[in-house]
């Protein structure tokens, strides 16, 4: 797990002269690292901070297993160097949740019993959350342009997925909009009456 | 049955922490009752702890298979937890280790078979783990029985509770104890009868569905031990090349590299007991440290015996090979003779290429070797083969070499193989440290058992009545019978061609034959190994006939099928084949996809069928083509797998293996030039992306009283036909190679 990360970062490559520190932000804490500035995110994550649910699928770009957000944003860790993040925001799968609360996406992936192997998932529910910001209601032609791999090929069930997943948001809205306006209501006790 | 001689007794043990474990295994011991091997299958002379019964009454159930996306973690501890009648609700599941141990008859496992592939996991686990899951309540339930000082059989269970006539409930934790002092029975415990089943046959969530959306299940590249070294290795990229001279100076300037050295292959021909090709090995501290060790590495290499190999080659070969006389695979009636008297002789050739398995997880491998052990934490299909390996590289007894599985990302039959546990003990050998051994996705494409090549050429005698008469069936192809590890016997034609496939037993002249190619490539089963190879010629061709002779391709396959009744088979799968079966399953998915109806708006639809591992299946596809652009509109799969076990478990494996017969029939290939495999990349091994895919597979699983048959492989071989016939008669373009897109692209 996380923690203050002078003492974890002592395993990462030391180079010669060491390089400035980067500091960044993952999942809320405050990390710094201090070896090779090279080192793509993912590496970062999974050796130094033994935050493995990124995970490796090509190191190219190409498939997506290694989805996270930076700046909000869904990123390809294994192509973002740690040097092109000093003072960014970075959120990993085991940072989407609230404590035991899941995540909307997580809990619409589990509902709908996505995963296979499972190896993917993470990526996708990262690739999932983004789309989502982006397209509150999405189509099934938004949602194809989701363009992680898959090899087990859950994509149909991700479709369903992110479906459920957008409509639980939408309803939480709701009932959170519905909570601000019985709030608004309850100093004006006949307005709310005449209303139900 | 020389089990039948083996003394066995149940043994129950309360553990150090006061729950209850119950297990079976084998003993000495005089008092052992005798259990019929027939009755309870030969895992369970071996069997281990299956079932722990917790202080709080949370049942926990031991996975003993290799999960790697065919659901086994879940449906196995079904099995369990029907018997023991435990409230699935509450029961947490376990992965166990692989089993090995030395009993009292020998080496044997003490949680039965382990492995995945073949789809044998759910037939295995019908036979023993739901009588292990019986005798684990039985012996609950005498404990009850001496409690309340009343027969055995006037008590009854119910979700981890054994209920007293007049309805009083004690919690199983309650009956730990007293059960554990209690002889199990001398005879197997009788199984529920289906109307009894609650939880088999009830949709079941996988059990790890939590921990994988949160990042928190454990793969085997997840695996991290204190003080390994985290290995790469750049492998000579010539088929059974070697190391000729390596200039790693920069490489020892990378910081954090550790050491490098170069590690041999197997000597040129021989068999694959160990690592699949030479190279130079990186170790350093971490794995970027590695990786950019091993992109300063200067190596050349000595291209091998196969230098000069190629798919071009390759496909000259076959066409040659065709022109002989082959190994007859069977041989019925007198095809030579059907062809003079044939109103017409059909004759077609279909081209399958090479595959790699391409998980998403590549091979991985953490090994730490001590003296007198080894510890092997990792993903694999086949912890037995694994363990062997290990044993043969360190000299250590099987049971003091301990092997984790985890959770696989993927598997696909890739790990049925075990090169990556070898060479990772080679590695850490050299080293002298633990090794976690990190393959790229360029090693894993470049480096595979692949599926097999291969040039079908069939053909077809009809009658004036348009009754096909014969059928001739030859196929040239790298067979799985190359440099076989352990001397396993395999028939000339392994992974290739089967007999009693389908038409076999169903025409009176039968005519199949194998004809082997050369070639350096290393292959390996890819999920449904020669069904995906030969489905594809077979289906085709089948669909070609009833153009060709003016027939309903969904008729003509019921004529040949005929009434009901089971054909032998010997293969993989059997021991019988039903036409009734095969034929249910065609005729629904024909009325599912609106066969009759004529598409006039240039969709085209297209069928097939077939039977394998005991399943039996059919896919039909509505397909358009626009422009170069293929789409499919609709996915039809219809299965009968048995009874069904977990329903959203088989419903996934169709629409799994529907995507993924797609993916690969569309865009997937191995070709191979100078003796190097060409592919190295998700950008030149396409695996299909979401916008690909049809939106929805329409999964129709036929209800069934009979034994269950695995799900994982037979949602896959009749996809390819299928597409290839839908493309037909939306455009008239015949694919008879495969992948399909490349070539429909050049004939359009």
Redesign the interface.
Same mark, same amino acid.
Request: hydrophobic share 45%; proline share 3%.
């Given at each position: 797990m996380p923690q203050a990360n002078a003492k974890v970062d002592k395993e990462a490559a030391a180079a010669p002269a060491a390089p400035a520190p980067i500091e960044l932000t993952i999942n809320g804490e405050t990390f710094r690292h201090t070896g090779a500035p090279d080192m793509p995110l993912l590496w970062y994550l999974r050796d130094v901070l033994r935050l493995t649910g990124s995970k490796f699928g090509c190191g190219v770009g190409q498939c997506g297993a290694c989805t996270v957000h930076v700046g909000g944003k869904a990123q390809r860790s294994c192509l973002v160097p740690m040097s092109a993040l000093s003072g960014q925001a970075v959120t990993t799968i085991e940072g989407l949740a609230s404590g035991d609360d899941l995540h909307a996406v997580q809990q619409a992936w589990i509902e709908e019993d996505v995963p296979q192997c499972g190896y993917c998932q993470a990526g996708q529910i990262m690739a999932a959350v983004d789309l989502l910001k982006r397209k509150a209601q999405p189509s099934d032609a938004d949602i194809g342009q989701l363009t992680n791999l898959c090899r087990c090929g859950t994509y149909p069930r991700i479709r369903k997925a992110v479906k459920r997943a957008a409509q639980l948001m939408a309803d939480a809205k709701a009932a959170e909009a519905k909570a601000a306006d019985t709030k608004a209501h309850a100093h004006d006790g006949k307005s709310g009456e005449a209303r139900s | 049955m020389s089990g039948l001689t083996r003394r066995q007794f149940i043994s129950v043990m309360l553990s150090a922490s006061g729950a209850l474990v119950v297990g079976v295994r084998s003993a000495l011991a005089a008092i052992a009752p005798q259990v019929p091997m027939d009755l309870l299958g030969e895992a369970l002379t071996s069997l281990g702890a299956f079932v722990r019964v917790e202080r709080n009454n949370r049942i926990v159930i031991g996975a003993r298979g290799c999960?790697? $996306?065919? $659901?086994v973690i879940t449906s196995l501890p079904m099995l369990i937890a029907e018997e023991l009648d435990a409230d699935w609700n509450r029961v947490r599941v376990e992965q166990l280790p692989y089993g090995y141990e030395i009993g009292p008859d020998g080496p044997t496992n003490r949680y039965g078979p382990q492995g995945a592939g073949g789809s044998t996991s759910i037939t295995d686990g019908w036979k023993d783990l739901r009588q292990a899951g019986a005798v684990a309540r039985w012996l609950l339930v005498e404990a009850a029985a001496q409690h309340w000082q009343l027969p055995h059989e006037r008590l009854d269970t119910e979700a981890g509770h054994v209920v007293h006539p007049d309805g009083t409930r004690l919690p199983y934790a309650e009956l730990v104890e007293r059960a554990a002092g209690i002889l199990p029975p001398a005879e197997p415990v009788p199984l529920k009868k289906p109307e009894q089943f609650r939880v088999i046959g009830k949709p079941a *969530?996988?059990v790890? =569905?939590?921990a994988?959306?949160? !990042? *928190?299940?454990? %793969?085997g590249?997840?695996s991290?031990l204190g003080g390994a070294l985290?290995a790469v290795m750049k492998r000579c990229p010539h088929l059974d090349g070697s190391v000729e001279s390596v200039d790693d100076a920069e490489t020892r300037q990378? =910081? !954090?590299v550790r050491d490098v050295f170069v590690i041999d292959g197997p000597v040129p021909g021989s068999s694959f007991d160990t690592n699949l090709a030479a190279g130079v090995a990186v170790v @350093?501290?971490?794995?970027? =440290?590695a #990786?950019?060790g091993r992109n300063a590495l200067k190596v050349n290499w000595k291209p091998g015996p196969w230098a000069e190999e190629s798919s071009a080659r390759l496909e000259a070969q076959a066409a040659e090979a065709l022109k002989g006389d082959g190994v007859v695979v069977r041989v019925d009636g007198d095809m030579a003779a059907a062809r003079k008297t044939a109103k017409r002789t059909l004759e077609a050739r279909y081209q399958v290429p090479f595959l790699a398995h =391409? +998980? /998403?997880?590549?091979p991985h491998a953490l090994i730490k070797l001590e003296p007198d052990r080894a510890l092997f934490i990792g993903a694999l299909q086949n912890p037995d083969g694994a363990s062997r390996v290990i044993a043969d590289l360190t000299g250590l007894p099987r049971e003091k070499i301990e092997i984790r599985m985890t959770?696989? $990302?993927? &598997? %696909?039959g890739r790990r049925l193989e075990n090169d990556f546990v070898a060479e990772a003990v080679m590695i850490a050998k050299k080293a002298g440290k633990p090794i976690k051994l %990190?393959w +790229?996705?360029d090693d894993d494409l470049t480096h595979d058992f692949y599926r097999p090549y291969g040039l079908h050429q069939l053909s077809a005698t009809v009658d004036r009545k348009n009754q096909v008469t014969g059928f001739a069936h030859l196929c040239a192809a790298t067979s799985l019978n190359y440099r076989i590890a352990r001397k396993k016997e395999r028939p000339p034609g392994a992974g290739c061609l089967e007999a009693d496939d389908f038409p076999a037993g169903l025409v009176p002249n039968l005519d199949k034959r194998f004809f082997s190619l050369e070639s350096g490539l290393p292959r390996g089963p890819w999920r449904a190994p020669l069904h995906t190879f030969h489905a594809f010629a077979v289906q085709s061709f089948i669909d070609e006939i009833a153009v060709e002779t003016k027939q309903d391709a969904v008729e003509l396959r019921l004529k040949l099928l005929g009434e009901a009744r089971e054909l032998d088979y010997a293969g993989h799968g059997g021991p019988k084949f039903d036409t009734g079966r095969l034929a249910a399953v065609l005729t629904r998915c024909a009325e599912a996809i609106d066969w009759k109806h004529r598409r006039t708006d240039g969709r085209g639809v297209g069928i097939a069928c077939h039977f394998t591992f005991g399943g039996y299946a059919a896919h039909a596809f509505e397909v358009s083509v626009e422009g170069r652009d293929l789409r499919i509109h609709r996915a039809v799969c219809v299965v009968d797998v048995g009874r069904v076990v977990n329903p #959203?478990g088989v419903d996934?494996m169709m629409? $799994? &293996? +529907?995507?993924?017969g797609i993916?690969t029939a569309l865009n997937l290939a191995i070709t191979l030039k100078d003796g190097q495999v060409q592919q190295s990349?998700? !950008?030149d091994y396409p695996?299909g992306? /979401? @916008?690909q /895919?049809?939106?929805?597979?329409e999964v129709i699983v036929l209800p069934s009283e009979r034994e269950p048959s695995g799900a994982g492989e037979i949602g896959i071989p009749s996809v390819a036909p299928a597409l290839a016939n839908a493309i037909y008669a939306a455009t008239t373009v015949r694919v008879r190679k495969l992948p399909i897109l490349p070539e429909l692209s050049r004939r359009l």
């Open positions: - | 999960e790697i $996306g065919q $659901g *969530r996988t790890d =569905a939590r994988i959306v949160t !990042g *928190r299940a454990t %793969f590249i997840d991290y985290v990378v =910081a !954090g @350093a501290d971490n794995t970027w =440290a #990786l950019k =391409a +998980t /998403m997880e590549p959770r696989a $990302g993927g &598997g %696909f %990190f +790229t996705r #959203l996934a629409v $799994g &293996g +529907t995507i993924d993916s990349s998700f !950008g695996v992306r /979401m @916008a /895919m049809p939106n929805e597979v």
